[in-house]
């Protein structure tokens, strides 16, 4: 699993012209499943997530992760994270999860985030629809986390 983390100010996720879903200050995350993932995949990538310091503090370090902070999350499903280009100018996506196991390890990871976070503090774009993703990049600020059995 891999989760591409931009520190935003602000993003949101925009359906069929309608705003779906935005936060204020917190992270973006592009959210990434293989086909070898799991449930626990999906908990520790949460709890890394959570736990990752790129706010800054008062001395302004990257001290403090998104719940320090009191951001927000907002979780998009991105299956292109798993693209394979090493080979024509077409990419592969045959690490990629199906689409049964995305959905259900996509809707794990917002499960756990959540209760890292609050249940507040978790938004969501819509799984398998076309997304406009609009955002603020803090910094810019992007991080690539993986769980531990990710594909490479």
């Not at 983390?5 to 917190?26: D, L, M, P, W, Y």
């Not at 907002?74 to 045959?94: H, I």
């Not at 209760?115 to 406009?132: H, Q, S, Y």
Request: include cysteine.
């Amino acid at each position: 699993m891999r989760a591409l983390i931009q520190r935003v100010k602000r993003a949101s996720v925009t359906v069929n012209g309608v705003i779906h879903s935005e936060i204020g200050k917190g992270l973006l995350v592009f959210l990434g499943v293989a086909n070898t993932d799991t449930p626990e995949a999906a908990q520790y990538l949460a709890q890394r997530s959570a736990s990752l310091r790129i706010f800054e503090d008062d001395r302004e370090k990257m001290n403090l992760s998104v719940k320090d902070a009191d951001g927000s999350a907002l979780v998009v499903s991105q299956f292109t994270l798993y693209a394979d280009t090493r080979k024509g100018n077409r990419p592969s996506f045959v690490d990629a999860a199906n689409p049964e196991l995305a959905e259900k390890l996509y809707h794990e990871f917002i499960r756990s985030l959540s209760v890292e976070l609050g249940e507040t503090k978790v938004c969501a774009g819509v799984f398998r629809a076309m997304m406009d993703i609009s955002l603020i990049n803090d910094g810019p600020v992007t991080i690539m986390l993986e769980s531990k059995n990710h594909v490479s």
